[in-house]
């Protein structure tokens, strides 16, 4: 089954806005990554972040993990059209990945 | 760098008939995973391989589905027969997975197959 889940399962902004998902799971892991999917494509990674870091920084985009809480956050900032698209976290443990249901984001223009 | 390049787009079939799915992946990644993908959900690891050993297919129908990766470079998916819940997108996916790596995966377009 798929460990933890994104939420908010959707998010609708204006274009400037800043948009914040959040990813829980459920046992330790290595790292967290998070990816991007837009509509009908592949996934495209975005941004690791390892059990030990506890922020990393990536452009527009900020990841944050807190492991005590089990819990991980992507915020993009100063939103813009072309960030719509499903936002998904994989949680990596024993090397086999499992990812979420997926935020997904439109942003208005 | 090419990408990870998978075949045929799209597919329409006809339930119990019979498909399969090519993937290439990225020169020198030792490591391939398929991923099936319902509308609305995330994708759902079926099959991992390390070069051509399998290193997890817990969640693979094995009565139906089966995967190879011949000479640790290639992989084919095929489903056989097809059931009405098949339809998804299959996606295929690589990473370097060297010891100690990330473990950052690269995804192909993906395979949409309707099954009817």
């Known amino acids: 089954s798929q460990q933890g889940e994104e939420d908010p399962q959707a998010l609708s902004i204006q274009e400037g806005e800043n948009a914040t998902m959040n990813c829980s799971y459920k046992?330790?892991?290595?790292?967290l990554q998070w990816y991007r999917q837009n509509s009908g494509r592949g996934l495209v990674h975005l941004i690791l972040i390892r059990s030990n870091e506890r922020e990393k920084h990536s452009g527009r985009l900020r990841v944050t993990l807190d492991t005590s809480k089990k819990s991980s956050s992507l915020l993009i900032t100063a939103s813009r059209a072309a960030d719509t698209a499903s936002y998904f976290c994989a949680k990596e443990g024993s090397y086999i990945p499992t990812f979420g249901r997926g935020t997904s984001l439109i942003v208005h223009p | 760098e090419a990408g990870v390049a998978q075949s045929p787009r799209y597919k329409i079939i006809e339930k119990r008939q019979s498909v399969a799915f090519w993937c290439n992946p990225i020169?020198?990644?030792?490591?391939l995973y398929w991923y099936q993908q319902i509308l609305g959900q995330g994708p759902k690891l079926l099959i991992q391989f390390q070069n051509n050993g399998v290193v997890d297919d817990s969640q693979l129908p094995k009565d139906r589905f089966s995967a190879e990766r011949l000479k640790g470079v290639d992989s084919t998916l095929k489903i056989q027969p097809a059931k009405l819940e098949d339809s998804a997108v299959y996606l295929c996916?690589?990473?370097?997975?060297?010891?100690?790596?990330?473990?950052?995966?690269?995804f192909g377009p993906g395979t949409r197959l309707t099954v009817l």
């Open positions: 020169s020198g990644h030792a490591t």
């Open positions: 996916a690589s990473s370097l997975l060297t010891s100690g790596g990330d473990g950052t995966q690269y």
């Open positions: 046992t330790s892991i290595n790292n």
